[in-house]
């Protein structure tokens, strides 16, 4: 038996961050540097190994969701 392989992805990246705050008033709590990137960023590239080829999708609600931007 093969192994299944991930061919889409979804992120539900919602919520208002209140215990991140202050850092999340002026920035979305998904966008905020873990290193040297967004932290929402290293789990859409995780995902991108996990498959050959796949369709990732960041579905951001909130008041900053205008700010969450692909790379």
Known sequence: MSAMRVRKAVFPAAGLGTRFLPAT???PKEMLPLVDK???QYVVEEAVRAGDRIE???EQIG???NQ????
């Open 25 to 27: 008033k002026a920035q």
């Open 38 to 40: 967004p932290t929402i």
């Open 63 to 65: 008041v900053l969701a």
């Open 68 to 71: 969450v931007v692909a790379p």
């Open 56 to 58: 990732a999708e960041v």
